[in-house]
Nanobody, 123 residues
Framework: QVQLVESGGGLVQAGGSLRLSCAAS????????MGWFRQAPGKERDFVAA???????YYTNSVAGRFTISRDNAKNTVYLQMNSLKPEDTAVYYC?????????????????WGQGTQVTVSS
């Protein structure tokens, strides 16, 4: 069983930056694909970014060029660096782990989820 704990959320002004962290325990972190999803109030949970076990990265169009996903296998941690934040980035951000996704963008291929961290971007 893998446990995931997100941190780094908060309140930031538009144009600012935040770095989210997701610490994993209880599994072989280096063998998992890791993803970030977000859910705004009243909306579905959506894919944001993912990184394969080998380091390939994937982004949804709305964050490409502004967000960067990375992983540190020695620390069992995945990061999401978020720059040039916009009010529409406001959401609860969730970290997820997959043992072998057929698709990095679909929730159903992820096996473990964190509890989420709130990101609020003010205009």
């Amino acid at each position: 069983q893998v446990q995931l704990v997100e941190s780094g959320g908060g309140l930031v002004q538009a144009g600012g930056s935040l770095r989210l962290s997701c610490a994993a325990s209880g599994g072989t972190f280096s063998s998992y694909a890791m993803g970030w999803f977000r859910q705004a109030p009243g909306k579905e949970r959506d894919f944001v970014a993912a990184i394969s076990w080998s380091g390939n990265t994937y982004y949804t169009n709305s964050v490409a060029g502004r967000f960067t996903i990375s992983r540190d296998n020695a620390k069992n941690t995945v990061y999401l660096q978020m720059n040039s934040l916009k009010p529409e980035d406001t959401a609860v951000y969730y970290c997820a782990a997959s043992r072998g996704p057929s698709s990095y963008t679909l929730m159903r291929y992820y096996d473990y989820w964190g509890q989420g961290t709130q990101v609020t971007v003010s205009s």
